[in-house]
């Protein structure tokens, strides 16, 4: 059992930055891949990014590949996802999630565990 909280979400002007937070609670933190998905109103949750346990691995869904940056660190067990570059599109709700395992299909169903959401909304 893991439990998440997200923080760090806000507003922000387009082409400005945030740095989303995530804490884990658990001593088993390490053990799972985690993500960060987004939920814009009216639409479904979406994928974002992705890191492996040990942090070496990384993969990104196109719409923020080279924008946003995921990274973790197990010592606090903490997620983060950084984001340059916002764009209005980027408004949404914003979701972490643990994953027992690094599966091919990086879709919400593959995650087990979810937090309870930080807005973040990007004025144009």
């Known amino acids: 059992q893991v439990q998440l909280v997200e923080s760090g979400g806000g507003l922000v002007q387009t082409g400005g930055s945030l740095r989303l937070s995530c804490a884990a609670s658990g001593r088993t933190f390490s053990r799972y891949a985690m993500g960060w998905f987004r939920q814009a109103p009216g639409k479904e949750r979406e994928f974002v990014a992705r890191?492996?346990?040990?942090?070496?691995?990384?993969s990104y869904s196109d719409s923020v590949k080279g924008r946003f940056t995921i990274s973790r660190d197990n010592a606090k067990n903490t997620v983060y996802l950084q984001m340059n570059s916002l764009k209005p599109e980027d408004t949404a709700v914003y979701y972490c999630?643990?994953?027992?395992?690094?599966?091919?299909?990086?879709?919400?169903?593959?995650?087990?565990?979810w937090g309870q959401g930080t807005q973040v909304t990007v004025s144009s």
């Open positions: 890191v492996s346990e040990s942090g070496i691995t990384t």
């Open positions: 999630a643990a994953a027992t395992a690094w599966l091919r299909d990086a879709v919400p169903s593959t995650f087990g565990y």
